[in-house]
């Protein structure tokens, strides 16, 4: 098939891989100039991904017979609708079902609603004195986050970004007055992060295995929050610190959102990526993706078996194929990411790799938010590419990645402690503790 593939970090990158793989001629939609991706196209075009008829014009003039489109910035701007009406069809869900994820006030009021579970104690303002009123009955323990769309950066929480409420007054003040939208204050959860992602239909849904992201800049968890700097899975598609349960409730509140999309006149069609949180009072919902998570992509396209390109075009018409299966292998993936990552990134310094040199250590790189100039691989701000790792245990795949950051340089750095077997222990006794009761806790 002819397909585009629109982004050009490393979730793109690896799609577009296995898209080729599978025998497709891909073309893609990028705004800075990703080598792997590049290199796998039979054509490409550097653009802004929310150029909306630059790039359906761009599909029609290869013929394209599926789109697919990574990031989220695309579908607020109504890609997938554009590319429906021209009679594509797209993986990636309309604007309206998208705001699920460029909404965090829709998403909020849609599973109270509902009566769907997983919501924390929240409220929802435009107006700063209200918000402040609000503020002032609160404990300490809130966070404030913009309704609309920050990759991942715009989520303060009192007592770790924030130091005390009148600061949390600050920062609201300071969102209201951007006019992006409204303002989210939500009780602070505390306990163990984990990531599902579902191939949907808007009726059915495939849920891929679960993956944990590190959000925070630094190892253990320390630093700002980053677009997120590195993942792992495990090989039952379980977490460590997760029971069974805990799995099925987080499906059963993604199969109940999907519902209530439907009834609203929102038939959500791609990949529906929930962040969860398990608590010691179970599971709640922190956000909601239209897309797939990246880096989570990585660790369960890496293990998908089948193909993707019959997966994402039975989404896409409306005709989910059901069986989805996975190689029972444990994945590990690191970000590497410019020196000061998170708040002052150094950009446009070189980096060095050495392709081959990775491939005989028996890891696998994937290209992110670099540009490829004369013959240099240049840093931007965000995320430059990502190292990925399969073996039986997290910690194997782990020592891979440290034997093959030998291969790599620059003014970068990565979280040597994703994957790494102290991690994993450490979220497995979270779990535990997380798991009794909380009046033996
Ligand atoms: P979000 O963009 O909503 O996923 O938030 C980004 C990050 O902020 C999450 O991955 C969490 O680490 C943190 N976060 C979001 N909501 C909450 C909450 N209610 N309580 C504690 N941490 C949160
Ligand atoms: N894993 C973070 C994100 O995709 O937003």
């Known amino acids: 098939m002819r397909i585009v593939v629109v982004g050009g970090g490393c979730r793109e990158h690896i799609l577009t ?5 599978e025998g497709n001629t891909v073309y893609s939609v990028m705004r800075n100039r990703n080598p792997g991706i590049e290199r796998l196209s039979s054509d490409f075009s550097i653009r802004e991904e929310t150029d ?3 790039t359906v014009s761009f599909a029609e003039g290869k013929g394209i017979e599926l789109a697919v489109i990574g990031p989220e910035t695309p579908l607020e701007a109504g890609l997938a609708d554009a590319f429906t009406s021209s009679g594509i069809p797209c993986f990636g869900p309309s604007r309206d079902a998208a705001e699920i994820e460029f909404s965090k006030a829709f998403t909020r009021r849609l599973m109270e609603s509902y009566g769907i579970p ?7 303002f435009d107006s700063f004195d209200d918000a402040a009123g609000f503020l002032d009955g609160c404990s300490s323990d809130i966070v404030v986050k913009p309704s609309g769309l920050t990759g991942g950066k715009g989520v303060k929480i009192v007592g770790e970004q924030l130091s005390d409420i009148s600061e949390a007054k600050v920062y609201v003040r300071e969102l209201l007055e951007r006019k992006k939208g409204s303002v989210v204050l939500e009780e602070r959860l505390s306990g163990e992060e984990f990531s599902l992602q579902a191939i949907t239909d808007g009726k059915e849904m495939l849920p891929l295995p679960l ?12 630093g700002p929050n980053t677009g997120g700097m590195g993942s792992y899975s495990m090989s039952d598609g379980l977490l460590p610190f997760l029971e069974e349960s805990d799995r099925e409730r987080a499906i059963y509140i993604m199969q109940r959102v999907l519902q209530a999309l439907r009834k609203e006149n929102r038939e959500f069609r791609g990949v529906l990526y929930g962040g969860f949180m398990l608590t010691r009072d179970g599971v709640r919902l922190l956000e909601f993706n239209a897309r797939f ?5 990585l660790n369960v396209i890496s293990v998908m078996k089948g193909s993707l390109t019959e997966t994402l ?6 005709h989910l194929k059901r069986e989805l299966s996975f190689e029972r292998m444990a994945t590990v993936c690191r970000y590497f990411v410019p020196v000061g990552y998170g708040e002052k990134p150094i950009t446009g310094t070189e980096i060095t790799i050495d392709e081959r040199c990775i491939g005989e250590k028996g890891a696998t790189l994937y290209f992110g938010s670099v540009n490829a100039s004369e013959g240099k691989i240049l840093t931007t701000s965000s995320r430059s590419f990502a190292l990925l790792a399969k073996a039986e245990e997290p910690w194997e795949a782990a020592a891979i990645l440290e034997k093959s ?3 790599v340089g620059g003014q970068i750095y990565s979280r040597r402690d994703i994957g790494s077997r102290e991690e994993i222990e450490r979220r497995r006794q979270n779990g535990i503790r997380l798991h009794m009761a909380p009046d033996l806790g």
Not at 211 to 222: L, M, P
Not at 313 to 318: F, M, N, R, Y
């Open 405 to 407: 950051s030998v291969c």
């Open 211 to 222: 993956a944990q992201d590190h959000k925070r800049a630094f190892e253990g968890d320390r």
């Open 293 to 297: 998570a990246d880096p989570e992509s």
């Open 52 to 54: 909306v008829d630059g």
């Open 313 to 318: 075009l039975s989404s896409a018409t409306g």
């Open 17 to 21: 891989e296995r898209l080729c793989r």
């Open 118 to 124: 997983g919501n924390p104690i929240y409220a929802v």
